[in-house]
């Protein structure tokens, strides 16, 4: 049977990332021989002062398969690392679910788009948790994280939020075959941003950092096409779609375009680089992809109190 579990705010600023968490469930399952795992998917959650998280407010989701019977067996593991390496003063929730039913799917992609617009309460998750039946866990400090945690399995449900973690890294300046990137990266299709799929034997520029999407069910790179070939589109306008921006369930190329990210000033001595999946880009230096940085409706703040 199907499976998903969600992690939320299970670290700190100076801790390992909620994604390594869940790479390590994962890792778990699959040396315990219970189940076979999908890609990661981070889900990007609503930016609101008065919603407390560390520096950007995202979610981690992985999917699987195993028999029933292993679901309480994945279910402890989870439970087991979040507890073994959560970091002190986080907030973590866990939610799973098996094989989802079309009205719990409903709801729950109901609750995660909500998510990305308005501020949720923890009543809120336990009252959907008890009504559909099932597990939803906090496991230390508020437990504020389960509402993330909810809302990360519903926007992978969707079939249309969220970045796979992992694929495509440090693959600048290449050129790949269509063909390649779904033989190599597990790529499941190649789209332009006008939603035309990309024939096998085209070449793409990976010019920049990238990511691979989740649209339409479907793990997707999207690509600009232009008069010299088709283009990856940069990592930094993919992450405009849903920082700050809500959730887009039908990619829009003028969102991609008009959606600005407020920019780094100057580079700065305190700079710490960020987890890979946070970052916006690969230039060094810059606030934007520094773990120092916290997200704002405004831009960004920085948490070592630096101008």
Known sequence: MKFFLCLDDTDNVDSIGTGELVERIKREIAAQGIGKCHHITRHQLLIHEA??????????CLEGEAPRCSM??????????????RAAG????????????????????????????????????????????IHLSEHGGTGDGIIGAMAGIGLR???????????????????????????????????TTMGKVVPENAEILIY??????????????????????????????????????????????QVLKTYQLQAPKKACRAFV??????????????????????WSQEGMTCLKGIV
Not at 51 to 60: A, D, E, L, R, W
Request: hydrophobic share 35%.
């Open 157 to 191: 449900l969707s079939g249309n939020h969220g970045e796979a973690k992992g694929l495509l890294k440090r693959v600048e300046n290449q050129r790949f075959t269509v063909k390649a990137l779904q033989a190599d990266y597990d790529i499941e299709v190649t789209e």
């Open 273 to 294: 680089k960020d987890m890979e999946e946070e970052c916006i880009d690969a230039v060094v230096g810059v606030c934007w992809n520094c773990k120092y940085r916290r």
């Open 90 to 133: 986080s907030d973590p929730g866990f939610c799973m679910i098996g094989n989802p039913t079309i009205n719990e799917k409903n709801m729950l992609i109901h609750y995660g788009q909500r998510a990305t617009t308005e501020v949720l309460t923890k009543q809120e998750a336990y009252d959907l948790a008890y009504y559909l039946g």
């Open 208 to 253: 920049q950092p990238t990511k691979v999407i989740l649209k339409d069910h479907r793990f997707t790179l999207l690509v600009d096409e232009t008069p010299q070939g088709y283009v990856a589109l940069d990592k930094r306008v993919i992450r405009q779609t849903q920082m700050g921006a809500g959730f887009v369930e039908r990619f829009d190329y």
């Open 51 to 60: 919603i407390p998280y560390t520096s950007h407010n995202s979610s981690m």
């Open 72 to 85: 309480r067996l994945i279910q402890d593991i989870g439970i087991d690392i979040i507890r073994k390496f």
